[in-house]
């Protein structure tokens, strides 16, 4: 397993989890989209998309 160390930019507490890999399937059109924002800010695209379904579930889970 690989280990995640994870800071809040909301307060000072770090968080330790397990990271399991996750496939989805997208055209390579939605891939080379995804690759430009990603480069536009200066960002590895598995990075942006990590951050991008992580803030995703916690609106999702404030929802609730």
Do not use: F, G, Q
Not at 17 to 34: F, G, K, Q
Not at 48 to 53: C, D, N, P, S, T
Request: contains cysteine; neutral net charge.
């Amino acid at each position: 397993y690989l280990i995640e160390i994870r800071l809040s930019t909301m307060c000072c507490n770090v968080v330790s989890m397990v990271s399991i890999p996750v496939s989805i399937r997208l055209s390579e059109d939605a891939i080379a989209d995804l690759n430009k924002i990603a480069e536009d800010k200066h960002l590895p695209m598995r990075t942006m998309l990590r951050a991008w379904v992580l803030d995703r579930k916690d609106s999702e889970l404030e929802r609730r």
